[in-house]
């Protein structure tokens, strides 16, 4: 019969005290998602699951070894205890996690809505039904694709035997739709996504206007000849980079010489115009938690601050090797990573930044993030799509370009930062900002 986790997690620590277990720590994850996925007006798919992992750590003989299961029931108890023995023998390293006690204090934080916990399976599906309509009939030349009303519930729980019980509630609701824009030979897709803590942060009308106008003005895109020019890059392009690039701020990937900002705290490797922070303390952020995967209590912190770089991320092992204190980014299983990582926000508009830029490129999407970039020494080459400006003004679509350049000399040529800081459903955001120049691979 399953157990709740507090009465399961009293049961594993009875059972793995008699064992020599300790000490020992729960990590305890619960998670419920929903999708629905509408096309034309039919209901292409439906999803409901529910997902449970739990996870052992203990010292034993100078060894901490892990367990996990997916099920709170009395076998899975021996099976963890088990676990955990058996794994310690394997350990050769003297490098491990350490089970700590709680800190002094934690921070307080909400993304977690009440709104969603009541919002009913029908709500969403008449959600995506909306959506779906709106984008039928919308303009002869939109043929609409597939729309997808979702969201996602989490509970985190970490517990062990020196005092640490620390828990957390999270959600989220997002919806996403396609289109296709076709005009004789010519053909261009759409695509927008909107998210947030209720139902009436999706504004279907909003959300399909959107989708439509960003593939009709796709659609008649011309090339580009290849040059170096001055950019805007758009914030939803500028946070794929950043979240593409994120890896160089972890100072377990600097330990490992896979960063090229080992070392360099406290030199300036970006330029004076550009801070950027990690908050996991943000009202309402997508990543929010007053506490890591150790238990360790979390901070805002700025990794950059005017250009300078302030900091790497760090958890209790990358940090006891530094002789500084956490950051308070462990992401699990020796994992360092961003919680809500951002570019702060300037004052300038998208027009003033067009304005200033005069004639260059606008730079909207980048694609094959994966394929294209390295991740150490921050090279880059990616198929691209935005729009000429000339005179400050967008002058027409282009496509079928490479954008290329490297991400450190990137950061360095910033000569400004737009007031549009923007999560578009993802954790790490980015306002758009002005580069002095990127080599672009077009027609000769």
Known sequence: MEMNIASFAERVFEAASAAGIAPAEIAYTQSEAFSVRMRRGDMEDYQVSERLSLTLRGRVNGRIGTSSTQALD?????????????????????????????????GTVCNDASALDTLRAEDKIALARKIDALMQNRDPRITPDDTVVASA???????????????????MLYAYTGALAKEGDRAATGFEIRWGYSLDAIDPEALAEACCQDALAKLNAGRLKSGTYPVVIRNAAMADLLSTFAGVFSADNAQKGLSLLAGRE?????????????????????ASCPFDREGAATAPKKILDAGVLQTLLHNRKTARKAGIRTTGNAAGSGRVAPTNLYIVPGSLSLEDMLLNLGDGLYLTEVSGLHAGANPVSGDFSLLARGFLIQGGRIERAVEQFTVAGNFFQLLRDVMSVGADLLFEASPIGSPSVMVRALNIAGED
């Open 153 to 171: 519930d989490e509970v985190f729980c970490l517990k062990n035997t020196l005092g640490l019980d620390l828990s957390h509630h999270s959600n």
């Open 74 to 106: 009395e076998e899975s108890i021996g099976l963890l205890v088990r676990g955990v023995a058996e794994s310690a023998q394997l350990i050769e390293t003297d490098e491990q996690d350490d089970i700590l006690p709680p800190d002094e204090r934690y």
């Open 266 to 286: 406290g030199e300036t490797v970006a330029s004076p115009c550009l801070t950027l922070t990690d908050d996991p303390l943000m009202p309402w952020g997508l």
